[in-house]
């Protein structure tokens, strides 16, 4: 069982980390939403949370950061916000997870990791686990926001069919892939905390042995004498 939760917790950690650089990787790239326009059909534009793109089909890019933070648009704001609290959150789940798990020499009590030690170590790894979930749903939120808005005006009747309109950038599809790693990550921990403290609180069988050997070996000799 304890071979078990150290795979675990170390599958865990490794989603956690491919969670938290997807993340990163949304935070950072101008990919949220895109846009072409059949009047330049070698340009597109990419617009991310920190600036915006021109793209050319020739491989020119030309970016601009936005010029005011209380122009941006709300959905905009909302995203540095929370995808920059879902960063904070989930390095320091991370940072607290590291410690508590058994493969990690830390947190140890004197007897090797028995009692008050064990006990320290399961409530880092469920805090850790909660930092994940809270983490992933933080990266959800903005993302499946600008997704959401994109449909609605993407579809929307009162434009005409000749305005361009936005659709999905890779950053969004990057941004879910994070949020379900992180949720995954934070999940795989609490379970695991949760079956290790209940395998540690089941009471084990006592055996009693009678140590009827004398009493043969005695018998034994009565005979023969």
């Known amino acids: ?70 122009g941006l648009a709300h959905d905009m704001k909302l995203g540095r916000v929370l995808m920059c609290a879902s960063l904070a959150t989930g390095m320091l789940g991370l940072l607290v997870t590291i410690p508590g798990m058994q493969m990690v020499n830390s947190c140890r ?12 170590k ?45 659709e999905f950038g890779d950053a969004l599809f990057c941004g879910w892939a994070a949020g379900f790693l992180l949720c995954a990550a934070g999940v795989l921990l609490l379970v695991t905390a949760a079956l290790g403290s209940a395998s540690r609180r089941r009471p084990r069988p006592q055996y009693r042995y009678e140590a009827r050997g004398g009493e043969l070996t005695a018998a034994k000799r009565s005979e023969y004498v």
Do not use: K, N
């Open 109 to 120: 009590d004197g007897d090797g990791g028995g009692g008050g030690g064990g006990q320290a």
């Open 1 to 70: 069982m304890e071979a078990c939760g150290r795979s675990s917790e170390l599958l865990a950690v490794c989603l956690w980390l491919g969670g938290w650089l997807c993340a990163l990787a949304s935070t950072i790239l101008p990919h949220w939403l895109s846009m072409s326009t059949e009047l330049l059909a070698i340009e597109s534009y990419q617009l991310g949370l920190w600036e915006t793109c021109v793209v050319q089909d020739i491989g020119g890019m030309e970016c601009r950061s936005y010029d005011s933070l209380l």
């Open 122 to 166: 399961r409530t880092l790894v469920m805090l850790g686990g909660v930092l994940a979930v809270l983490s992933g749903i933080l990266c959800l939120i903005p993302v499946s926001y600008v997704a959401h808005l994109a449909v609605l005006r993407f579809f929307d009747e009162a434009l005409p069919d000749v305005v361009p309109r936005w």
